[in-house]
């Protein structure tokens, strides 16, 4: 998996309740990418870094917030839990935008919210 | 609106046979277009790229060919393999610079029987 874990790799937690999911790279890329996968919809950006401290939103952000402190770690935190955000979570990373660089995905993070 | 559009249904072939499989898309003009293989429980893995001044890519069994008049994509596995059975994304880029983006098809799942 190209030098990527994330923790947990499975998750089950309560409504309402706060989540972090990490994601670090061993790579030294500067790109990184939160998605989540449901069932019907396919891979769905929710965030993403173009370096330390840049971020920018995705297709599917609320309820979503994201931090880069540091090159090879990105984390995704989820406020407030919510069953709809039972899902399957990929963090992704790239050396150089999208536009000329394939993504290497990590294992994912299974999130079941109750 | 914007969609791109993989076959939902599951491709079953005989091994030794061609799979095709099949990337439509509607209101984007991407530069290039992805093709990711995900297994079960794992993170999608990039296969091939080519870009919209190409009209065919091979990589040893692989062929992806890239239509941008019926703004389609073919992906071609020749001689397949039960090993071959996966689920295929195609994704596109959307936008550019720090903006440009990958999106994702839902991905067809393909069986390849012994």
């Known amino acids: 998996d190209a030098g990527i874990t994330q923790s947990p790799r499975h998750k089950v937690t309560e409504t309402g309740t706060p989540v972090t999911l990490r994601c670090h790279q061993t790579?030294?890329?500067?790109?990184m990418y939160w998605y989540r996968q449901d069932p019907g919809h396919g891979l769905r950006l929710i965030h993403y870094s173009y370096g330390v401290k840049d971020t920018d939103k995705g297709e599917v952000s609320d309820g979503y917030s994201v931090s880069r402190s540091k090159t090879e770690d990105f984390l995704l935190t989820l406020e407030s839990a919510t069953s709809s955000q039972t899902s399957v979570y990929f963090c992704a990373i790239s050396g150089r935008l999208a536009e000329q660089e394939t993504q290497y995905f990590g294992p994912g993070t299974r999130l079941l919210v109750l | 609106s914007q969609k791109i559009e993989q076959n939902s249904e599951a491709l079953n072939i005989q091994e030794g046979k061609t799979a095709t499989l099949t990337c439509n898309y509607t209101n984007y003009s991407p530069a290039y277009l992805q093709w990711y293989r995900q297994d079960p429980g794992r993170g999608p893995v990039f296969l091939l790229l080519?870009?919209?001044?190409?009209k065919e890519k091979r990589k040893e069994r692989l062929k992806v060919t890239f239509d941008t008049t019926l703004k389609q994509s073919l992906f071609h596995i020749t001689a397949s393999q039960p090993a071959d059975s996966a689920t295929y994304l195609c994704a596109l880029v959307h936008g550019s610079g720090n903006t440009g983006k990958l999106i994702f098809g839902q991905g067809t799942t393909l069986q390849v029987k012994p």
């Open positions: 790579e030294n890329h500067r790109y």
């Open positions: 080519i870009r919209e001044n190409e």
